[in-house]
């Protein structure tokens, strides 16, 4: 059976460019909206702490999506972790040690890439003081957003009706919140406070400022 000739095409598809991938705090990046510019220009850990059912998810994941920057929630990782057996028997000093390592190797690597890091975790003196230095050492900031609620019937109602789906990982109760507040003292540096009682967007605007002023 004879061969055949299949003549290739006289000039060959374009190869598509390749993926531009902007620096996701740079100013100019296409994600930002109008209102953003200048929010994330230089390299920043930026925390959101307070207890549970405060808002503070919330408001680090809505900086997150505007922003582009990316958000790392200590409870997602727990989640994860949870199903392989990682987590039982570690008593209370291994579990935090494990807790703010894993949470401080996430957000060390975007700073290495020259980019700013959102964290979504309760912070106490200690972490705050270690985080700085951290983010002093590839040239940057730390930020902290300490979000409360200064009505406790609110706060135990939103607490208790929250459901977050968070994979491998469980809801917590009143007494969690007791038990947080008793051990995490509330933070003396510099921070900006935000009260749940307020809409989550004048809050947002709120660390919109806080990040590009100070």
């Known amino acids: 059976m004879p ?3 299949h003549r290739l095409p006289g000039r060959l598809p374009r190869r ?3 993926l531009q991938v902007p620096r996701l705090d740079h100013p100019h ?4 909206g109008p209102h953003l510019a200048n929010v994330v220009t230089v390299k920043q850990i930026i925390a959101f702490t307070g207890l549970p059912g405060t808002g503070k998810s919330t408001l680090a994941e ?3 999506t505007e922003t582009g920057v990316p958000a790392f929630a200590g409870d997602w990782l727990l989640g994860a972790l949870r199903p392989h057996g990682v987590l039982g028997g570690l008593d ?3 579990f935090l040690a494990m807790y ?3 949470l401080g190797t996430l957000v060390e690597r975007q700073l290495m890439l020259g980019q700013s890091a959102i964290v979504d975790c309760l912070v106490n003196e200690e972490i705050a003081e270690r985080w700085g230095q951290l983010a002093a050492r590839y040239d940057g900031r730390l930020r902290i957003v300490e979000c409360v609620c200064s009505d406790e019937g609110e706060h135990r109602r939103r607490l208790e009706g ?3 789906g968070i994979p491998g990982w ?3 109760g009143w007494d969690h919140v007791l038990r947080m507040r008793s051990e995490y003292p509330q933070l003396e540096g510099e921070r900006l406070t935000v009260d749940a009682m307020e809409t989550v967007e004048r809050n947002l605007d709120q660390v919109r400022t806080f990040l590009r002023h100070s």
């Open 3 to 5: 061969l055949r000739h």
């Open 16 to 18: 598509s460019p390749p």
């Open 29 to 32: 990046s296409p994600r930002r």
């Open 62 to 64: 809505q900086l997150a």
């Open 92 to 94: 209370r000093p291994a």
């Open 100 to 102: 703010y390592d894993l």
């Open 162 to 164: 929250r459901r977050r």
């Open 170 to 172: 469980h809801e917590v």
